[in-house]
């Protein structure tokens, strides 16, 4: 809570076309939830606008509605976690004209998903909306260190931590290129 305290702000929006919008995807599972996060980078500071976290659709209707959204303001990028069932919703979406990126969350691609949020947060380079379910899905990571030195992370039971996976995502959508994060 210490390092999410100073990033909040009334910064939700109604989302409009002709803005830069960069969105993470965490398709879920029967067990969780198909998260969504898009954000928008303006004057070096990442801004949340949208997140949406459901479980009782099926990711396949989550993903239409995704591209629906996409239609309307034109997403610039959506990272999508295509570990597991990724296939088809990486397909899925490619057959939707979303302009994705898929990755397979290995326990080191989390590190750095993770790594680079923490240090989004430190710089105070993002602003979040003050909501519970945003907050809980954040603050229910948990790690430990793993005996190669790396870090292995899960969430306790009966939390849920898709949509700071999203959120992560999302992040690491903003980056360009050379791996640095685009307009900060």
């Not at 009334?10 to 993470?24: A, Q, W």
């Not at 998260?35 to 949406?52: C, G, K, Q, S």
């Not at 309307?72 to 570990?83: E, G, H, P, S």
């Not at 919703?89 to 898929?102: R, T, Y």
Request: net charge negative; charged share 25%; with cysteine.
């Amino acid at each position: 809570m210490m390092l999410l305290r100073p990033c909040f702000e009334d910064c939700l929006e109604d989302l409009k076309s002709g803005k830069e919008y960069f969105s993470g995807y965490d398709p879920g599972s029967k067990e969780s939830f198909a998260a969504l996060v898009v954000i928008e980078p303006l004057n070096d500071h990442l801004y949340t606008r949208y997140f949406r976290a459901v479980k009782e659709i099926p990711y396949s209707q989550f993903t239409v509605e995704i591209s629906d959204l996409h239609k309307r303001i034109k997403f610039v990028r959506l990272a999508i976690d295509m570990t597991g069932l990724g296939n088809p919703i990486v397909e899925h979406a490619k057959e939707l004209g979303l302009p994705i990126d898929g990755f397979n969350l290995t326990q080191r691609f989390k590190e750095e998903l993770l790594s680079n949020l923490r240090i989004i947060f430190e710089q105070r380079k993002i602003s979040l909306p003050q909501d519970p379910q945003l907050i809980n899905s954040l603050n229910c990571i948990e790690y430990q260190r793993t005996r190669t030195g790396g870090y292995q992370f899960s969430h306790r039971a009966g939390t849920y931590d898709d949509l700071g996976w999203a959120l992560a995502l999302a992040c690491w959508a903003v980056k360009g290129e050379e791996g640095v994060i685009i307009g900060l």
